[in-house]
């Protein structure tokens, strides 16, 4: 058998997930393909499994295809109803466990370190335990809901031991990375708090190892964008250039999608565009009850990644006020990044977590939560800033975003990781 000379497989959500840490994989991947790597695997959830688990989707029919040599495997579940939780991570470890054997040189990226750390972790040792001696090199990323989900959970709830767990395998791969410096400092400050109360030393390991990955994104997607291809998107949509408000995001609170439909309400702005709320997610139905009869808001729950850039590029303003909630804290803002490269109106959003990395100083900045603030910067967006300085605006916003260029990420993540094994 001829084996592939270099192999970079990642663990993590992928499509058809709506989460900007999907699009992250694809687009390693992808980047890989051009980077020596002869074959690229994503290793995921059944489809069953993402919609029983009650995940935003794109819809089924419409995910962008992948490029010839990345393989997109969801290994079925080992065991059967008596092993009620673990038979997925079961089938996700084995399949994992059965490439790490193969003499092949390999990469292993987990993204969100619950579960898909524990799943690496748990192959790699696995096959050495068997006799193997695996050429595998491991890099764990640890993204918001690592964060603000799992390992705050863990100090709230008092439980120390899944804290001590969580850090121990993060720490035992080869290179550790956080999606931005927000998150980093995140981490250090939770590894001081679990040090602080169970004499473990994490805190100064984690200072000393964890570094900035921020998320790759394909900027092709959203530069030179045809102007009639854009304007027949938007008449499909039943809109028009510079005629909308858009928020382009999972449809959660923590995204601040309920303060902007409150602060439309009552901004001078309604009289001349719309607002249109485009994403699925947990908040969905509250917020159209927010928005009752008011059809100056429209609602759009299946667009899919051709559409999007063509859609940010028609906006008047594009908002994503997010905000701090207890389950959620925005750790970059991949969405904001897109919009940029994709042209339009100004981009109004917080400074919340680690949205300040994600857009430095070329946007719109209100006071998370603050309904009037937000209200009087959609105004001042869509009826009192002038083309030309909306103009330079957008090609500020642009070049800042194009440091988040897929090629560039990967080659500053797996240039260092490779050198920090040579």
């Known amino acids: ?12 959500r992928a499509d058809p997930v709506i989460c900007g840490h999907s699009g992250e994989a694809r687009n390693l991947a992808e980047v890989a393909l051009t980077r020596g790597f002869a074959d690229v695997r ?27 040599g990345i393989t997109v495997e969801r290994p079925e579940p080992v065991g ?60 764990a990323k640890a993204v918001g809901s690592d964060v603000t989900n799992v390992i705050r959970s863990c100090l709230h709830e008092r439980r120390f031991g899944a804290a001590i767990v969580l850090f121990t395998r993060f720490l035992a791969n080869d290179r550790v990375i956080a999606v931005s410096e927000y998150t980093r400092q995140e981490i250090i400050a939770a590894a001081g708090a679990v040090d602080a109360h169970c004499g473990t030393r994490f805190a100064d390991e984690c200072r000393r190892r964890v570094s900035v990955s921020y998320p790759p994104i394909d900027t092709s997607a959203y530069l030179d964008l045809d102007p009639s291809h854009v304007d027949a998107t938007l008449r499909g949509r039943g ?8 928020f382009l995001s999972r ?15 009552r901004c001078r702005a309604r009289s001349r565009c719309r607002l249109v709320v485009a994403g699925t997610g947990p ?31 028609g906006c ?25 490269l994709a042209g339009g109106g100004p981009v109004i959003t917080t400074t919340t977590g680690g949205v300040g990395e994600a857009v430095g100083d070329t946007a719109l900045i209100v006071e998370a939560g603050n309904v009037a603030q937000l209200a009087a ?28 260029d897929r090629a560039r990420v990967f080659d500053g993540l797996f240039e260092t990781s490779m050198a920090l094994t040579g």
């Not at 058998?1 to 993590?12: A, Q």
């Open 1 to 12: 058998m001829t084996w592939p000379s270099r192999r970079l497989i990642i663990v993590v």
């Open 251 to 265: 449809v959660a609170l923590a995204k601040g999608v309920d303060d902007l439909v409150h602060a439309f309400a």
């Open 377 to 404: 910067a959609i105004d001042r967006a869509v009826l009192d800033i002038p083309p030309e300085e909306r103009q330079l605006m957008a090609d500020r916003a642009r070049t800042f975003a194009l440091s988040f």
């Open 42 to 68: 994503l290793l995921t959830w059944p489809i069953p499994v993402l919609e029983a688990a009650g995940l935003p989707l794109k819809p089924l029919d419409r995910i962008m295809p992948y490029s010839k």
């Open 283 to 313: 908040a969905l139905e509250h917020v159209r009850e927010l928005a009752g009869t008011d059809d100056r808001v429209v609602f759009l729950t299946d667009v899919d990644d051709e559409e999007k850039p063509m859609l940010m590029n």
């Open 239 to 246: 809109l028009e250039r510079d005629g909308y408000v858009l």
């Open 316 to 340: 008047a303003a594009y908002a994503l006020p997010t905000k701090p909630e207890a389950d959620f804290v925005e750790t970059f803002g991949i969405a904001l990044a897109e919009k940029m």
């Open 80 to 139: 059967d109803y008596r092993v009620p939780d673990g038979r997925y991570l079961a089938g996700l470890t084995g399949r994992l466990v059965e490439l790490l054997a193969e003499p092949v040189p390999t990469t292993c990226l987990s993204m969100y370190l619950a579960p898909h750390d524990a799943v690496v972790r748990d192959a790699v040792d696995a096959v050495r335990a068997a006799g193997y001696t695996p050429d595998v090199h491991t890099i």
